[in-house]
Nanobody, 118 residues
């Protein structure tokens, strides 16, 4: 599985950005896709994820502001980020989880930087 992320950039607080992540290769094996982020000096954290069945989950800090969605025909996952805050500043990574011999295995896209200024 290969993941190509795009859509990062700089925005002022209160603004919006949309991240996209296009999957290619063995996409039939993907169980879930999501977005993680890593801010300077912090650990990588899950921001939002969506399963192949469409179930979603979000970290509490983005609930009500971010929306994850997927276009199965395009094998693409989106993260719509609204009401952005400076604390959302981070490198965002696209993730795809598959099962290998019954165990989870993660693929990662290249990071895309989101900078929110106050």
């Amino acid at each position: 599985v290969q993941l190509q992320a795009s859509g990062g950039g700089s925005v002022q607080a209160g603004g919006s950005l949309r991240l996209s992540c296009a999957a290619s290769g063995s996409v039939f094996s993907i169980n879930a896709m999501g977005w993680y982020r890593q801010a300077p000096g912090k650990q990588r954290e899950l921001v939002a994820a969506i399963t192949s069945g469409g179930r979603t989950n979000y970290v509490d800090s983005v609930k009500g502001r971010f929306t994850i969605s997927r276009d199965n025909a395009k094998n693409t996952v989106y993260l719509q980020m609204n009401s952005l805050k400076p604390e959302d500043t981070a490198v965002y990574y696209c993730n795809a989880r598959v099962s290998r011999r019954g165990l989870p295995y993660d693929y990662w896209g290249q990071g895309t930087l989101v900078t929110v200024s106050s």
